[in-house]
Nanobody, 111 residues
Framework: QLQVVESGGGLVQAGGSLRLSCAAS????????MGWYRQAPGNQRELVAH???????DYADSVKGRFTISRDNAKSTVYLQMNSLKVEDTALYYC?????WGQGTQVTVSS
């Protein structure tokens, strides 16, 4: 059974950077879809970025130019490099891998 574990969240000042990691395990087949989502209090969960096994990426407009998603297929791991963080990026960040969700990692950006 596929399991997904996120790491790398924390508290950072506005303008700073964080790198999130998400490791998947338990898959018997190649992983196709890996994505990062976030949910702030009172808001719906929203897509931040995703990447396919072929390397195709897509980003939310709000993070384009600041966030970069990448993956290491050999390690079944997806990363989210977040630069120029803003207070409005504060949220619980979730990883999804082929339909399986992690527990989330908190990102808090202070002003």
């Amino acid at each position: 059974q596929l399991q997904v574990v996120e790491s790398g969240g924390g508290l950072v000042q506005a303008g700073g950077s964080l790198r999130l990691s998400c490791a998947a395990s338990g898959s018997s087949f190649g992983i196709y879809y890996m994505g990062w989502y976030r949910q702030a209090p009172g808001n719906q969960r929203e897509l931040v970025a995703h990447i396919t096994s072929g390397g195709t990426t897509d980003y939310a407009d709000s993070v384009k130019g600041r966030f970069t998603i990448s993956r290491d297929n050999a390690k079944s791991t997806v990363y989210l490099q977040m630069n120029s963080l803003k207070v409005e990026d504060t949220a619980l960040y979730y990883c999804q891998v082929d339909g399986c969700w992690g527990q989330g990692t908190q990102v808090t950006v202070s002003s």
